[in-house]
């Protein structure tokens, strides 16, 4: 199965919130499913932090970057 993760979601699963219901936890890290990150949303988390309106691990993208359960969508003008 393929997963878009919102802003959230993902959030809560790389911070190990509590929100994150244990299933959806699961259907992220499951190796049969592909859990995607649109870049918007980090976009999101950056401008948010910058505003104070949000706290987020200061080495997020790193974690991302490196983490084999996400891949990481660039916005084209030609997303279908």
Same mark, same amino acid.
């Given at each position: 199965?393929? =997963?878009? /993760?919102?802003?959230?979601?993902?959030?809560?699963?790389?911070?190990?919130?509590?929100?994150?219901?244990?299933?959806?936890?699961?259907?992220?890290?499951?190796?049969?499913?592909?859990?995607?990150?649109?870049?918007?949303?980090?976009?999101?988390?950056?401008?948010?932090?910058? =505003?104070?309106? /949000?706290?987020?691990?200061?080495? /997020?993208?790193?974690? /991302?970057?490196?983490?084999?359960?996400?891949?990481?969508?660039?916005?084209?003008?030609?997303?279908?």
């Amino acid at each position: 199965m393929r =997963l878009l /993760l919102d802003t959230h979601v993902l959030l809560w699963g790389m911070t190990a919130d509590r929100r994150l219901p244990p299933a959806i936890r699961q259907m992220i890290r499951a190796d049969d499913n592909d859990s995607f990150v649109s870049v918007a949303s980090i976009w999101e988390i950056a401008i948010k932090v910058r =505003l104070g309106k /949000l706290v987020a691990p200061d080495d /997020l993208l790193v974690k /991302l970057e490196d983490d084999s359960d996400f891949t990481i969508m660039n916005a084209t003008a030609d997303h279908p």
